[in-house]
């Protein structure tokens, strides 16, 4: 993120209104940062966990779009320092259910045993988060969405 903050060095000069006015622009400018519900498959532990991403909106009053850092979460960042995505949908019924997916796929990173299966070894970790169905933004995953996560990875 670009820096935005205007520095004054401590003079006479300078009036406290405006040192004021600053720190409430710096306050007001700045994005608001959410940590959201999502679901891990770490190469490290024996069974998928929840756990709360990082998530930066695009706009001081959580209303707005929702970028996750997923990188918070996901390590080896000298082995690969960039996280794949993509995008699930899922039907069941008349029900529609959208996911995404952030994870690291590596031939140096560790092995992990939650996504790999005897045809296949899988190398790296996996975050998996919901989409919200008006904004189109992430969203924290609620009861169930564990269980539909847990059927997207292993499918």
């Avoid at 996911?99 to 190398?123: M, T, V």
Wanted: hydrophobic share 40%.
């Amino acid at each position: 993120m670009v820096n935005t903050r205007i520095y004054i060095f401590p003079t006479s000069s300078v009036s406290h209104n405006l040192a004021s006015l600053l720190i409430f622009a710096d306050i007001y400018t700045k994005t608001a940062e959410l940590h959201l519900w999502c679901r891990l498959y770490s190469s490290s532990w024996s069974k998928p966990c929840q756990v709360t991403m990082l998530t930066q909106c695009s706009d001081h009053s959580r209303s707005g779009k929702r970028f996750p850092v997923p990188k918070s979460l996901l390590d080896c960042a000298t082995v690969q320092p960039y996280v794949h995505n993509c995008f699930v949908t899922l039907h069941e019924g008349r029900h529609i259910y959208q996911f995404c997916g952030f994870f690291k796929w590596h031939c140096r990173l560790r092995a992990n045993p939650l996504l790999s299966s005897i045809d296949h070894i899988f190398r790296g970790d996996a975050v998996v988060m919901r989409i919200g169905a008006g904004a189109s933004s992430v969203v924290n995953m609620r009861g169930r969405d564990n269980s539909l996560a847990d059927f997207i990875m292993h499918w």
